[in-house]
């Protein structure tokens, strides 16, 4: 077991623009190290919007949003819950909320 939680949450954003377009930019990062040893969760995502008005009567933009995001899970005696969502991709088949 870990004494207390731990975790490191931080951001970046740039935004701006003219009159006839603007941005959105941005970068997160969070790294939780869970209570029980060999058990924590990280997570890198970004985003991307851009909008133009070209003309009056047409407006047009892009959204890009992503993330990477990379988990263990401690297994221990007793009950655990396991997130089938996680399940989904590391094994390739749906399993709806299993609990072992």
């Not at 209570?35 to 995502?45: A, G, M, N």
Request: net charge positive; hydrophobic share 25%; with cysteine.
């Amino acid at each position: 077991m870990r004494q207390g939680y731990q975790a490191v949450s931080t951001g970046l954003t740039f935004d701006g623009g003219t009159d006839q377009s603007d941005y959105y930019v941005s970068l997160g990062y969070l790294n939780e190290k869970g209570y029980v040893l060999k058990s924590d969760y990280e997570r890198i995502t970004g985003r991307i919007n851009v909008n133009t008005t070209p003309k009056k009567w047409l407006r047009t933009g892009l959204n890009l949003s992503g993330n990477m995001t990379e988990s263990n899970v401690a297994v221990s005696g007793g009950t655990s819950y396991v997130n089938h969502v996680l399940l989904h991709k590391e094994h390739g088949s749906h399993l709806s909320g299993l609990c072992t």
